[in-house]
């Protein structure tokens, strides 16, 4: 049984693909089949895997979606899957997303692109995780019509409560009439530094706005510059500081991610 998930903010810099990367990474350790795709024009989860630079690469997951707006035939399990040394599959991303969200507009059910590719997929993996763009794209729509559950990572020092409550509207919307299995599985609380008081009250502020109805993760990711080095190693933080905090801290997410399933 698959699980399909979306990280997603609808801002940037909250550690959307720092979180895909790491989850992934734990799940594929854990012995998991797992998929991640990127669907960042900007591609910078392809490049933290330590792909090279995006904009290089031939086939992406636009051509993937290309050839499921064209209902071609092809060979899901292989076609543009990248293998990343810690046991993830990644299919990756690039500049040519941009180019696809302009042609998507005028495509036949256009919100389902990527459910048709995952559908095909599923059988394949124990786990599909979308790296989302930080805009509500009609790409970023696809990956919520295609997912079970969302992730929200939050920036402990600039919350935007309004980019929060356009996403959970956005979520519901997309649960209403495009996507009726679409849940939020919680918020995550990342890049904290846990010694200011301004951490504390946004964490109280979290907890009493949305504590009853949409769970914030227990584990909070701490700031570490640790942690932003992995994108220069192609690794995670598994490999690259594995006794340290945000190592903990993503064990410690992961796990409660699994338990609630
Ligand atoms: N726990 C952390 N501590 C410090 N820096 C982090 C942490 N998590 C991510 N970063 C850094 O913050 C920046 C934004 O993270 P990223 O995962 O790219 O966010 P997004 O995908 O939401 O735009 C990156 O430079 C990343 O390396
Ligand atoms: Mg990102």
């Not at 980019?163 to 997309?174: F, H, M, Y």
């Not at 909070?220 to 945000?246: C, L, M, Q, T, W």
Request: charged share 20%; hydrophobic share 40%.
């Amino acid at each position: 049984m698959c699980k399909v998930y979306s990280v997603t903010s609808q801002k940037g810099g909250t550690a959307k693909t720092t979180t895909v990367f790491n989850f992934g990474a734990y799940l594929a350790g854990k012995g998991y089949r797992v998929l991640l795709v990127d669907t960042d024009p900007q591609g910078s989860l392809t490049a933290s895997l330590g792909f090279g630079n995006p904009d290089m690469m031939d086939v992406t997951v636009a051509n993937v979606m290309e050839k499921e707006i064209n209902d071609e035939n092809y060979d899901r399990k292989n076609y543009a899957i990248l293998h990343h040394s810690e046991g993830m599959d990644i299919l990756p991303g690039n500049i040519e997303l941009s180019g696809l969200e302009v042609s998507l507009v005028n495509t036949w059910s256009r919100e389902f692109v990527l459910r048709r590719y995952v559908d095909k997929v599923r059988d394949y993996y124990d786990y599909i995780i979308f790296d989302c763009a930080s805009n509500l794209s009609l790409t970023t729509i696809n990956c919520l019509v295609a997912s079970d559950r969302v992730i929200v990572p939050v920036h402990a020092a600039y919350l935007s409560l309004k980019a929060l409550e356009q996403l959970i509207k956005t979520v519901g919307r997309v649960k209403r009439g495009l996507n009726t299995g679409l849940d939020i599985d919680g918020i995550l609380i990342t890049m904290l530094n846990g010694r200011t008081n301004y951490a504390k009250g946004i964490i109280e502020l979290l907890d009493t706005a949305y504590g009853n109805n949409i769970r914030v993760y227990e584990n909070k990711i701490p700031y570490s510059v640790r942690a932003a080095e992995i994108a220069a190693e192609g690794v995670s933080i598994f490999k690259h500081d594995p006794n340290g905090k945000v190592a903990s801290a993503y064990t410690g997410f992961a796990e409660e991610v699994l338990n609630y399933e």
